[in-house]
């Protein structure tokens, strides 16, 4: 079925420094990604959505310049944490539609901590 | 916004008990997914629901989209250990976007 590969796994990293969550959708096109941030003991939370050769939309109280976007291709969607601080520790989750199994898949996520 | 409410919150059942949970809106959805997902992990697709009504099983799971597209159910018959871990009900929203309840955690006791 149709996987998304997501990288890295988990990374920690200093409060101030720059993190860079890469999501790549291996046997399909994925024109459209979702990122998700998970907190302990929560459920997924909508971040934004990132569309191949358009800006990226995020939902509402979510920074775009902290949490920056890219849909570099049609398989690469990129998330960049700017600026890390502590409160940004979570686990980061993308997922994209695939048409041909009328699914959405998901990546396996990144525990990101800062500390 | 769009809000999905799960119950129950959690769960402690026997293994070979069946299980059942429930998902309800306040609003309409097209679409119902119902996911499971491990510690550290993501959510995997259970079994996705198109039409009001529809059952749909996928082995010792089923789920029923709501008449109404308000609500969903989950049933999971002869659970094992590996049926631990966090329920998930979504909706698909009319912008695409999958909108997730709460979760329902399992445990099951051997």
């Known amino acids: 079925g149709a996987v998304v590969s997501q990288h890295p796994s988990r990374v920690i990293c200093k409060s101030g420094t720059s993190v860079k969550i890469e999501c790549r959708s291996l046997?399909?096109?994925?024109?459209?990604m979702f990122w998700y941030r998970q907190f302990p003991k929560q459920s997924l939370m909508l971040m934004a959505t990132s569309n191949e050769g358009s800006k990226a939309t995020y939902e509402q109280g979510v920074e775009k310049d902290k949490f920056l976007i890219n849909h570099a291709s049609l398989t690469l969607s990129t998330l960049t944490v700017t600026s890390a601080h502590p409160e940004d520790s979570s686990f980061y989750i993308c997922?994209?539609?695939?048409?041909?199994?009328?699914?959405?898949?998901f990546g396996s996520g990144t525990r990101l901590t800062v500390v | 916004g769009q809000q999905l409410n799960q119950s129950p919150q959690s769960m402690f059942i026997q293994e070979g008990e069946d299980v059942s949970m429930n998902c309800t809106s306040s609003s309409i959805f097209n679409t119902w997914l119902w996911y499971k997902q491990d510690p550290g992990e993501g959510p995997v697709l259970l079994i996705a629901l198109y039409k009001a009504g529809e059952l749909t099983s996928n082995g010792r799971l089923t789920a029923q989209f709501g008449i109404t597209r308000k609500d969903s159910f989950l049933n999971i018959s002869a659970s094992i250990p590996s049926d631990v871990g966090i329920y998930f009900c979504?909706?698909?929203?009319?912008?695409?976007?999958?909108?997730f309840g709460p979760g329902t955690s399992l445990s099951v006791i051997p």
């Open positions: 997922s994209a539609p695939d048409r041909a199994v009328s699914g959405y898949t």
């Open positions: 046997d399909f096109q994925a024109t459209t």
């Open positions: 979504a909706g698909l929203s009319s912008y695409d976007k999958v909108i």
